[in-house]
Each structure stands twice: as structure tokens, then as C-alpha cells.
């Protein structure tokens, strides 16, 4: 692993790029080589200290500025991540590992979250209702929180800090981001692309590093609310102590996400969907399919099909159009993944496709598109996220059954059906506990207008990120009754 030029990434406090507080660092290598890319801070208390107490100075003006002026930053913003697109999508592949056609998709998620905060105005405004009683009117007010700070995965580098401060800080707060320490150069990015629209000092500050940095800021009284994404035990812990230390949290989590199969789908567009919401960056995502309840009508059908189309997926670098599946993010990784395929064996189910025979030119922590039939609720692989390009087959004998055993799953976040049944699909989203439900859809992550988050072990809170939740979560509503004499 070649060390030499590799820079050590910085936080940025107060408007300027500083080195953390500690010696501590971590390598960042580009998961499709094993080579060092960069090296990130592993930032302590004293860099959270100092973020804070600059967002909390910067925010006794911000909150001033006019919901209007806010906004214009995130339009000037929009049309840097526009300008910068391809190179953003590129900083992705390099430092994520998803192919080059899934970071390009990611840029676009992100730039619609910007999109979405330039509405604010419209999204922050209150309700009023004149004469609720004689000479009595009533009125609701939206006003900021103050210091807000948001916790990201390595997963989605671009998408989900842009679910967060955007919306944020145009809503009149000032944000902390500490995003993965496993991507910190995209982060590094988007700092600087807001840094170039002359964001004012404070509003935005980005501390590197990991569990010292996400305590200092569960810890920090100055800090009102945390925006948390990321596995479901941390999810869990974040949600738990922040809401004991008195803040509003919202905390998305893992997931296992259902797809079921019926009779009646299109065979043909049902395998292709299939393959794209499970093998498609590499699996690591909170929305993957990683379990499929075929009935048993049409289950040889479809898994002949599914079998054959997996096995022509190519596996490398992802910065080369023509694979399909990526490498994963980290050796360590790869490891435990290759731990759950050997007990999905152990346990009895039926391994169609073994990714671990995939090979590259490139010393990548590379793993093909896995499949496995004969899968049962019991087993480990049907149980745990995986987060990876491994897919289960569950049969089941019909719809009822299917649902029923989709909801014995502890996660919820979505789950897809494939039908032509208008009947089977009105009962599916009214029956399925996910809480986000695609019908013919292959991945059902809602647009940012639309609110984002699951059901049960998959998010802890209240409200979720995007959409109407996201503007509720980062503002706190007064109710005013006025009577006025003269
Ligand atoms: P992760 O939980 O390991 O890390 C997320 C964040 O928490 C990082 O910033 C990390 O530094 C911090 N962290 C890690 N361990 C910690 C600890 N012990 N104490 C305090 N902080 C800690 O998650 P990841 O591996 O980066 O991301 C993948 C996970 O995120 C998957 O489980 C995936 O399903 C989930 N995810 C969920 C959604 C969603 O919308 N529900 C979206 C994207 C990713």
C-alpha cells in the first residue's frame, strides 16, 4: 500500500479548513485497489467543542437572515453540485467503490435534496385561522432549533448529508456534519462547494472522525438535535442517549428489504428489477432487495431466470462502465459477508450463485452477486443485513403467506411487490409493515419532496428525513392566540 502524498483530510471550523485536535488517523483506502487515497482525523472532544460553539455564534445571526436569503444560498449551491457533477460522481466511485453509473444516480438524489431545500420559504410557512373566538385570532409560527449536527454512513457519501444540512440551514439553523470517517473526501466536497457560495462562518462546520465525535455531540448541551443515519445497534444508541440527553433525534436505520414475487408479474422485468434493487452498489444500500418470497407457481421460472442473469454480472472497478457490482467498502467487511454465505450454507440453503469465486485484475475487497434458494426465516442470511450483493430466495405458497413472513422481520424499512393483481397490490400496501412500499418498483426510495424513513428496527423517531417530516424535524412550532384592545 503505497503511503507517499496521501494528504491528511481536515475539519472545517468556523470557515476554515484546521487540523483536528488529536494525532489520531485512520487510512482511507479506495476499496477497488486496497490503495491509500487519503487519511482522515479521528477529531476528540476539543474539535466538537469548537464546531459547536462556532455554529452556536454563528447562529444568533443566521436565524436572522430572511427565510429568502437563506434559500438563495441552496439555489447558488444547486447550481455548484450541478457544475460539479461528474467530478463528484467520480470522488464517489473512488473513495465508495459503487460503479460509476450508481454514483452518477447518487449525485442526482442529492442535487433533488438541494432542490427541495430551496423551497423552504413555502415548506417553513405556519397556518393561521382569524376569529377562532371574538376578536380572537390563532396562528402557527415555524421558527429554527439552533444547532443541529448530522451523523452520516459510508454508503451513500453525497446523498445523505444533503438529506440533512440544506434543509437545516435554510430553515434558519446551523449545522454540525460528521459524516463516515470511511468517506471523508466527498464530505470534503460539499464543505467546499458550500464554502465557494459564501455561506457565512459557522453555519457549517465538518468534523471528522469517529464514535469520540458522534458522543461529543450526543454530550454537547449547545447541541438541540441529531440527524442520525447509519446501522441499526448505533442508530439505537444515538436515538437512546440523544433523547435522554434531552434532543430531538431522528435515527435511521438498517434494514431488510423484501421483494415478493406473484404468479401474475412480468417474468422478465420482475428478474431484471430484482437484479438491479439487490447486486447494484454492491448491495450497500439501506434499500437493497436482499430477500425475495416467490410463490411457488412460478418459482422455478423465475429463479432459472434470476440464476442466468446473475451469473453474467461482471464484478471490478467500478470506474469502468461495463461491471456491474463494485467492490465492497472495506476487506473487514467482506470478511464477516463471506462468514454469513458460509452459514447460509451451514444452515441448509441451497447457494445458486457463490460470489466468492469472483475474480479481479485489481486487489479490491471484491465480492460477485451471490444467490441462495431455499432459504427459511430461520436462518442467519434471512435475519441480518448483510449489506451485500447476496440475495435470498424464499418460497412460499401464496401472498398471505408471503406478507406474513415478510413481517416477521424486525427491520422494515421497504419492501416491493411484482404483480399485475390491482387487488394484490392494494392489499400488500395496506398489509406490509415497511415504510416504504414500491408496487412494480424496484427500489422505492421516495423522491425528497415525499418523506424518507422505515417502520420497527429500521428507524427510531418520529420524524423522518426529506419532505414535510424533514422541515417539522428542524423546526419547533409556536401556537399563538391574539386579542388586541387597540
Ligand atoms: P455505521 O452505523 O457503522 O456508521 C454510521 C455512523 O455512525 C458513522 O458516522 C460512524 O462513524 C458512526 N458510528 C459507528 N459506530 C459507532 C459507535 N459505536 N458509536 C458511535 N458512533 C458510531 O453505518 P455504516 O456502516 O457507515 O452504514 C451502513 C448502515 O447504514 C447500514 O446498516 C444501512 O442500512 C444504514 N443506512 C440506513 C439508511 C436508512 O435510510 N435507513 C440509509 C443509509 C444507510
Known sequence: MTTTKVKTVKNWIDGAWVEASTADTEVVPNPATGEAIAYVPLSGERDVEQAVASAKRAYETWKTVPVPERTRYM?????????????LAQLITLENGKTIKDARGEVQRGIECVELATSTPTMMMGDALPDIASGIDGSIWRYPLGVVAGITP????????????PLAIAAGNTFVLKTSERTPLLAEQLVSLMHEVGLPRGVLNLVNGGKAVVNGLLNHPDVEAISFVGSEPVARYVYETGTANGKRVQALAGAKNHAVVLADCELDKTVQGVIGAAFASSGERCMACSVVAVVEEVADAFIEKLTAETKKLTVGNGKNDEHFVGP?????????????????????????????????EEAGYYLGATLFDHV??????????????????????DLEEAIALTNRSRFANGAVIYTSSGKAAQHFRNAIDAGMVGINVNVPAPMAFFSFAGNKASFFGDLGTNGRDGIQFYTRKKVVTERWFN
Do not use: C
Open 75 to 87: 439555489f447558488a449551491y444547486l447550481e455548484q453540485l450541478k457544475k460539479n457533477r461528474e467530478q
Open 154 to 165: 459510508f454508503n451513500f457519501p453525497m446523498m445523505v448529508p444533503l438529506w440533512m444540512f
Open 328 to 360: 465492497l467498502i472495506r476487506q473487514s467487511h467482506k470478511d464477516k459477508v463471506v462468514k454469513y454465505i458460509e452459514q447460509g450454507v451451514e444452515q441448509g440453503a441451497e447457494l445458486l450463485v457463490d460470489g466468492r469465486n469472483a475474480t479481479s
Open 376 to 397: 427459511t426465516p430461520e436462518m442467519t442470511i434471512w435475519q441480518e443485513e448483510l449489506f451485500a450483493p447476496v440475495l435470498s430466495i424464499v418460497r412460499v405458497r
